[in-house]
C-alpha cells in the first residue's frame, strides 16, 4: 500500500511508519519544513497547501498531528494552538481530497486521530461509540476535529481513531515516572476515576487494522479492560519498585493547571469500551495496564 501520514514524528507516527515499512507498505511523511529525503512532502496546514501529487495513487492518508494536551497548563493562547493545530490539519487534508475526488481522480480513505476526550467525564457510564459527547473543552475540540474529517465521508472511508491515552514512557506515563521515581505516586483526585488507556503496540496494531478492513466511522482505541486512575498508578509503582501514597487532591490542581485540563485529563471518568475494534476482529496484545505497563518499562 501506499499510506500518506501528517503527524510522523511523534509517538504514535514514528512508530506507525515503522511497521507499515516493516510489512512493505510505502509510506511518505508530510513535514512542515524542506524535505530532507525522497520520503518526504513538504505542506502547509495554515494555508491550507498540500501538493495533490503526494495522495495520488495513495490508499490512505493518516492525520496524526496536534499540539499536545499534555503540555499544561492551558493558557489561552495554548488553547488556541490545541484548535489550530488539529482543525487546520484535518481541514487541509479533507479539502486537498476533494479536489482529487472534483477532478475525477482516486480519493484514498482517511485515518484521522480523535481522542477519547470526546466523551468528556462521565461517571458510572459504559461508553461505546455510539454515546454522547462531553461538554469539556476537550470534548468540543474531538467533537470539532471530527466534523471537519467527516466533511469528506460523502467521497471515501474516514475512520475516526478515537485515542486513549497510551501506556509509554514517552506518553501519558512520562510525567507520572517521574513523580513516582521520587516518591511522590499516588491518586490524582479521588483516583477512583476510570482512565481508558491502551498500549502502544495496540494503537499501532489498532490503525492497521483500520486501513486493512478499510474501516469508516468513529472507533474507540481502548484497552479491554477497565481501570481506574488509582489502579494504573500502583501498577507503575510497582514496576519501578516505589511508594503510591502521595494523593494530589482536586482543587489544588485546579488552581495550579486550570479548571478544564484537570477535569479533561486528570479526573475525567470515561470507561470506554472498543465494541467495534472487537467486533471487527481485533485482537489486543495487551489486555490489562499491568502487561502494557510492564512491557513499556521493562522493553
Known amino acids: 500500500m501506499k499510506v500518506v501520514i501528517g503527524g510522523a514524528s511523534g509517538l504514535i507516527g514514528s512508530a506507525l511508519v515503522k511497521a507499515l515499512r516493516d ?9 512542515r519544513r524542506e524535505p530532507r529525503s525522497p520520503d518526504e512532502i513538504r505542506w502547509e496546514p495554515s494555508v491550507e497547501q498540500l501538493d495533490l501529487e503526494a495522495l495520488r495513487g495513495a490508499d490512505a492518508v493518516i492525520s496524526l498531528g496536534g499540539a499536545s494536551v499534555g503540555k499544561l497548563p492551558w493558557t489561552s493562547s495554548y488553547r488556541g494552538a490545541l484548535w489550530g493545530s488539529r482543525i487546520d490539519t484535518t481541514s487541509t487534508i479533507v479539502r486537498a481530497l476533494r479536489t482529487l475526488h472534483d477532478a475525477g481522480e482516486d480519493v484514498p480513505m482517511f485515518i484521522s486521530a480523535s481522542a477519547s476526550g470526546y466523551y468528556g467525564s462521565q461517571p458510572g457510564k459504559t461508553l461505546s461509540e455510539d454515546s454522547p459527547a462531553g461538554t469539556t473543552f476537550l470534548a ?33 506515563l512520562k510525567p507520572m ?29 489498532g490503525i492497521i487494522h483500520v486501513l486493512d478492513k478499510r474501516l469508516s466511522g468513529p472507533i474507540n482505541f481502548t484497552g479491554p479492560t477497565s481501570a481506574s486512575m488509582a489502579r494504573i498508578g500502583r501498577a507503575l509503582a510497582e514496576q519501578l519498585d516505589k511508594p503510591f501514597l502521595v494523593p494530589a487532591p482536586e482543587w489544588p490542581m485546579k488552581l495550579v493547571l486550570s479548571s478544564d485540563a484537570v477535569e479533561s485529563l486528570l479526573t475525567a471518568d470515561a470507561d470506554m469500551t472498543p465494541d467495534r475494534l472487537l467486533g471487527s476482529g481485533f485482537v489486543f496484545q495487551h489486555s490489562a495496564p499491568e502487561d502494557a505497563i510492564s512491557a513499556s518499562i521493562s522493553g
Open 23 to 31: 510489512r512493505g507498505d510505502n509510506v511518505l511523511r508530510l513535514v
Open 140 to 172: 468540543r475540540l474531538c467533537q470539532a476535529w471530527e466534523n471537519t474529517a467527516l466533511r469528506s465521508a460523502d467521497i471515501t472511508e474516514v475512520a475516526l481513531v478515537r485515542t486513549s491515552p497510551i501506556l509509554h514512557p514517552d506518553g501519558v
Open 177 to 205: 515516572i517521574r513523580l513516582t521515581k521520587l516518591g511522590l505516586g499516588g491518586p490524582l483526585g479521588s483516583g477512583e476515576q476510570i482512565w481508558p488507556w491502551i498500549s502502544l503496540d495496540d494503537e499501532i496494531r
